[in-house]
């Protein structure tokens, strides 16, 4: 070797114990999860195959006590969104633990990914959205039953995945014989927080907004501290979440596993984990996060293009990683099969 090469690998050492003290320095340990955080979950569970790892989040921390599921809907443009969910349900063992609904106003405007169908195809062959009741009523029905279990005022956590068309459909319901209250009144009195991943910080055109642009600049107008809700904290593509990545361990899964299947039709091994991070913050908060202050999302109706502004307070929130992707793929690691024994539901 010569004195050189050796002064680079010197050096390259060096910067590697640095790099290693400063990473060091970030870790952080997550708080342990005392109660289940109660959720209801939205999600278009199409198009992008991360639904095939976050679904087994969700059901591997149902079954480990971190979450209560209230209700869970699919606001997909396609026809196997919520299907799509009940293969997972099925899967984890959660059948009757709650409802699904779909976004049946819309959900054949266009066919689904190849990965749904293959999924949907090999687990639950022919069950289309049109199996499901719509998912407006399926949110009001979710919180009524909250409520009715003894459920405390803003204590609910609503987090949207995917498009905001089942939130302005749940938003705009009336009073009926599920409850008095409106959907609108059932937000503001029930829900403690929404978590979104949605659109680009500082500004930008992201697919959960941009698919249904209208819908989406509706709900930053609407939903606002100032008008009654509860805070809204959105994870953005581009604040560090899609640096985190979860590998799925094809050839260790059973041959009955839907996210093994999923991604080996589709040939692939791993997924983005913006989706998953979205309900990460929501169960253990801002743990690993740097909030915003309190903001206003913008968005053009007729683009879906979002723009945030600090100068204006809205009780709208943007969200940045400030720990290593490591950590939170950690944290979100082995949900792949169920629980031998699941916790009391």
């Given at each position: 070797m010569t004195r050189n090469a050796l002064r680079i690998l010197l050096a390259l050492a060096g910067l590697q114990l640095i790099c290693g003290c400063e990473a060091l320095l970030k870790q952080v340990v997550f708080p342990s999860v005392q109660v289940p955080v109660d959720m209801i979950y939205d999600d278009d569970c199409d198009n992008d195959i991360d639904c095939a790892v976050t679904q087994p989040i969700i059901h591997h921390w149902i079954d480990i006590g971190n979450v209560?599921?209230?209700?869970?809907?699919?606001?997909?443009?396609?026809?196997?969104?919520?299907?799509?969910?009940?293969?997972?349900?099925?899967?984890?063992g959660h059948e009757g633990l709650f409802s699904i609904g779909a976004w049946t106003e819309g959900c054949a405007n266009r066919e689904s990914s190849a990965w749904n169908s293959a999924v949907v195809n090999k687990f639950d062959a022919g069950d289309t959205c049109a199996s499901y009741p719509d998912c407006g009523m399926t949110l009001r029905q979710s919180i009524a039953n909250y409520i009715a279990a003894g459920g405390k005022t803003n204590g609910l956590t609503y987090v949207i995945t995917g498009q905001l068309s089942c939130e302005e459909e749940f938003r705009a319901t009336p009073a009926d014989a599920i409850s008095p209250l409106t959907g609108m009144q059932m937000e503001q009195q029930f829900l403690k927080e929404f978590v979104l991943m949605n659109g680009y910080s500082p500004s930008g055109s992201e697919y959960n907004c941009n698919t249904n642009a209208a819908v989406c600049s509706a709900f930053f107008v609407n939903v606002t501290g100032n008008n009654g809700y509860p805070p809204v904290y959105v994870v953005p593509y581009n604040t560090g979440a899609a640096n985190v990545?979860?590998?799925?361990?094809?050839?260790?899964?059973?041959?009955?596993?839907?996210?093994?299947y999923a991604f080996s039709f589709a040939n692939r091994t791993e997924s983005l984990d913006e989706d998953p991070l979205a309900v990460e913050f929501a169960v253990y908060g801002g743990t690993g996060w740097t909030i915003s202050a309190q903001c206003a999302n913008t968005v053009d109706a007729s683009t879906g293009e979002n723009s945030w502004n600090c100068n204006q307070e809205a009780g709208q929130y943007y969200l940045t990683t400030d720990i290593s992707p490591i950590d939170f793929e950690n944290v979100l690691a082995s949900p792949w099969v169920p629980a031998a024994t699941t916790v009391s539901h």
């Amino acid at each position: 070797m010569t004195r050189n090469a050796l002064r680079i690998l010197l050096a390259l050492a060096g910067l590697q114990l640095i790099c290693g003290c400063e990473a060091l320095l970030k870790q952080v340990v997550f708080p342990s999860v005392q109660v289940p955080v109660d959720m209801i979950y939205d999600d278009d569970c199409d198009n992008d195959i991360d639904c095939a790892v976050t679904q087994p989040i969700i059901h591997h921390w149902i079954d480990i006590g971190n979450v209560k599921i209230w209700g869970m809907v699919s606001s997909a443009p396609s026809k196997l969104g919520a299907p799509t969910m009940k293969v997972f349900q099925m899967y984890y063992g959660h059948e009757g633990l709650f409802s699904i609904g779909a976004w049946t106003e819309g959900c054949a405007n266009r066919e689904s990914s190849a990965w749904n169908s293959a999924v949907v195809n090999k687990f639950d062959a022919g069950d289309t959205c049109a199996s499901y009741p719509d998912c407006g009523m399926t949110l009001r029905q979710s919180i009524a039953n909250y409520i009715a279990a003894g459920g405390k005022t803003n204590g609910l956590t609503y987090v949207i995945t995917g498009q905001l068309s089942c939130e302005e459909e749940f938003r705009a319901t009336p009073a009926d014989a599920i409850s008095p209250l409106t959907g609108m009144q059932m937000e503001q009195q029930f829900l403690k927080e929404f978590v979104l991943m949605n659109g680009y910080s500082p500004s930008g055109s992201e697919y959960n907004c941009n698919t249904n642009a209208a819908v989406c600049s509706a709900f930053f107008v609407n939903v606002t501290g100032n008008n009654g809700y509860p805070p809204v904290y959105v994870v953005p593509y581009n604040t560090g979440a899609a640096n985190v990545v979860t590998e799925v361990p094809i050839a260790s899964l059973p041959p009955t596993n839907p996210s093994a299947y999923a991604f080996s039709f589709a040939n692939r091994t791993e997924s983005l984990d913006e989706d998953p991070l979205a309900v990460e913050f929501a169960v253990y908060g801002g743990t690993g996060w740097t909030i915003s202050a309190q903001c206003a999302n913008t968005v053009d109706a007729s683009t879906g293009e979002n723009s945030w502004n600090c100068n204006q307070e809205a009780g709208q929130y943007y969200l940045t990683t400030d720990i290593s992707p490591i950590d939170f793929e950690n944290v979100l690691a082995s949900p792949w099969v169920p629980a031998a024994t699941t916790v009391s539901h």
